[in-house]
Structures are given as structure tokens and as C-alpha cells.
């Protein structure tokens, strides 16, 4: 759009105007049932009168029975570094976990990354380790505040890993971190 564009109002009875000379009979516009009903016509081939197309849940191929999940993952470094303070790499980390677990490439607000973010930004200016924000306050009950999860495959871990090392003033990661756990999971499932 152009600047002009942009800054032009927009008037509500030019848009209704313009609506309301498309034809619904002519398949201009559908409400949300008829696509539904369309969607359940076109399946069976049969007429759809008065049937809603309903989602199926179809089971995750990537989150079988006995492996270990990203999420799972994170809580797992809550048992073993969770009384570090969280730092960037920290917060790189958990974020490159989630955006792997939830398949979305933008951080949800109130995620764990949102606040494994928020605590990096907040442990950078309190001076103090005792007031610092740990990693156990961020990720318990990591699992349940992702939307959906997966199991914990070596790309997952190898995408976590870069993370925690490009925002580390050392390049390195920490021994029992995020990284190393969610790489760990990823042995266990590979093993499976």
C-alpha cells in the first residue's frame, strides 16, 4: 500500500456498500457453516445439509509413547542447573526450545521464553545472585505452559545448542543447562 493509501480514512458505508453488491447466492461470500458444510460435501461427495465438518485429532507421529519431550526437556534442567541465574544464552536457549516444540517462529507472550527473556533482561541489572531470577523459577512446569510439544529429535538439540552458544560471551554452554538437556533427551529418544 501506498502512503497516501495509509493515510486516507477508511468510510464504513463505502466498504457496506460494496458488500452488500456481491451476491451470497452467487458463492461471493459463505459464512463459516456453509464453508463447513462445503468441506463435508466435498469429502463424501454427498449433500452436507445439516452436518458440520468436525476436526479429527490425529495423534503427533513425532511425540510416540516413552520418549522424551522438549518441554519435559526443560523441566528435566530444572533438577540440574535450576538454581542458576538465568542469563541471555539462557533465554536464547529456551526460546529456540519452544519455537522447536510449538512449530511457530514468534515467542507467545507469557511463554517461557517471554519469561526466560524477561528474567535475563531483569538478572542483568540486579547485582545481587540471591535476587537473581533461576532457571527453576522459568521452567517448572515448562511442559504444560507450551501449546503443543514434540518429542526431542538431535536436530531439536543440535537448534538449541547453536543458541545457547551464540549468545554466551564464552561460546560455550553450561554443563547441565538447557542445551544439555534437551540434548540429552534426544539420545535417549534416538536410542529408542
Same mark, same amino acid.
Given at each position: 500500500?501506498? !502512503?497516501?493509501? =495509509?493515510?486516507?480514512?477508511? #468510510?464504513?458505508? *463505502?466498504?457496506? &456498500?460494496?458488500?452488500?453488491?456481491?451476491?451470497?447466492?452467487?458463492? %461471493?461470500?459463505? /459464512? $463459516?457453516? #456453509?464453508?463447513?458444510?462445503?468441506?463435508?460435501?466435498?469429502?463424501?461427495?454427498?449433500?452436507? !445439509?445439516? !452436518?458440520? +465438518?468436525?476436526?479429527?485429532?490425529?495423534?503427533?507421529? =513425532?511425540?510416540?509413547?516413552?520418549?522424551?519431550?522438549?518441554?519435559?526437556?526443560?523441566?528435566?534442567?530444572? =533438577?540440574?542447573?535450576? +538454581?542458576?541465574?538465568?542469563?541471555?544464552?539462557?533465554?536464547?536457549?529456551?526460546?529456540?526450545?519452544?519455537?522447536?516444540?510449538? &512449530?511457530?517462529?514468534?515467542?507467545?507472550? &507469557?511463554?517461557?521464553?517471554?519469561? $526466560?527473556?524477561?528474567?535475563?533482561?531483569?538478572?542483568?541489572?540486579?547485582?545481587? #545472585?540471591?535476587?537473581?531470577? /533461576?532457571?527453576? *523459577?522459568?521452567?517448572?512446569?515448562?511442559?504444560?505452559?507450551?501449546?503443543? *510439544?514434540?518429542? $526431542?529429535?538431535?536436530?531439536?538439540?543440535?537448534?538449541?545448542?547453536?543458541? !545457547?552458544?551464540? +549468545? #554466551?560471551?564464552?561460546?560455550?554452554?553450561?554443563?547441565? %543447562?538447557? @542445551?544439555?538437556?534437551?540434548?540429552?533427551? @534426544?539420545?535417549? +529418544?534416538?536410542?529408542?
Amino acid at each position: 500500500m501506498s !502512503e497516501e493509501q =495509509l493515510q486516507k480514512p477508511i #468510510d464504513c458505508a *463505502d466498504v457496506k &456498500g460494496e458488500a452488500e453488491k456481491i451476491s451470497t447466492t452467487e458463492g %461471493g461470500i459463505k /459464512t $463459516a457453516e #456453509d464453508k463447513e458444510k462445503s468441506v463435508v460435501a466435498e469429502a463424501s461427495g454427498k449433500q452436507a !445439509e445439516g !452436518e458440520v +465438518n468436525q476436526k479429527k485429532v490425529v495423534p503427533n507421529p =513425532l511425540k510416540s509413547e516413552g520418549t522424551i519431550t522438549i518441554g519435559e526437556a526443560l523441566e528435566a534442567a530444572v =533438577l540440574t542447573a535450576g +538454581n542458576k541465574p538465568v542469563e541471555w544464552s539462557d533465554a536464547a536457549a529456551i526460546q529456540a526450545a519452544e519455537v522447536r516444540a510449538t &512449530g511457530r517462529t514468534n515467542i507467545m507472550p &507469557g511463554g517461557v521464553a517471554a519469561s $526466560a527473556q524477561s528474567a535475563a533482561t531483569l538478572n542483568a541489572r540486579v547485582g545481587s #545472585d540471591d535476587t537473581k531470577t /533461576t532457571l527453576a *523459577d522459568v521452567l517448572t512446569g515448562a511442559s504444560s505452559k507450551l501449546p503443543s *510439544d514434540k518429542a $526431542a529429535t538431535r536436530k531439536d538439540a543440535e537448534g538449541v545448542t547453536g543458541a !545457547e552458544m551464540r +549468545n #554466551d560471551p564464552h561460546l560455550t554452554t553450561y554443563p547441565t %543447562g538447557v @542445551a544439555a538437556s534437551v540434548a540429552a533427551a @534426544a539420545r535417549i +529418544n534416538q536410542s529408542k
